[in-house]
Nanobody, 123 residues
Framework: EVQLQASGGGLVQAGRSLRLSCAASGFTFDDYTVGWFRQAPGKEREGVSC????????YFADSVKGRFTISSDNAKNTVYLQMNTLKPEDTAVYYC????????????????WGQGTQVTVSS
């Protein structure tokens, strides 16, 4: 059974950092893409970042380029989203998801989703 567990959210002040973790099980981790999405109240789910470890491909939304990085630890079956210089507009529920396709920013390309973790950035 494919399972994804997102964690690491919290309440931080603008300018600070958080690291989100997505722990995966039930599939061969390094053969799949893991993506991070976020959804703020009243807004559509937005693709933030993704990583396809097998081909070294990553993606970042324009809104987070230069501030967020993504990495994977295949031994731990975990993908990390390092979020630096956080802004109030980064406030959202963050989800991780997986797909057999290469990196995609489209939520409909992903097959399995974890529960969300709340990130709140105060000004």
């Amino acid at each position: 059974e494919v399972q994804l567990q997102a964690s690491g959210g919290g309440l931080v002040q603008a300018g600070r950092s958080l690291r989100l973790s997505c722990a995966a099980s039930g599939f061969t981790f390094d053969d799949y893409t893991v993506g991070w999405f976020r959804q703020a109240p009243g807004k559509e789910r937005e693709g933030v970042s993704c990583i396809s470890s097998s081909v070294g491909r990553t993606y970042f939304a324009d809104s987070v380029k230069g501030r967020f990085t993504i990495s994977s630890d295949n031994a731990k079956n975990t993908v990390y989203l390092q979020m630096n210089t956080l802004k109030p507009e980064d406030t959202a529920v963050y989800y991780c998801a997986t797909t057999g396709y290469y990196c995609s920013r489209r939520a409909q390309d992903y097959d399995y989703w974890g529960q969300g973790t709340q990130v709140t950035v105060s000004s």
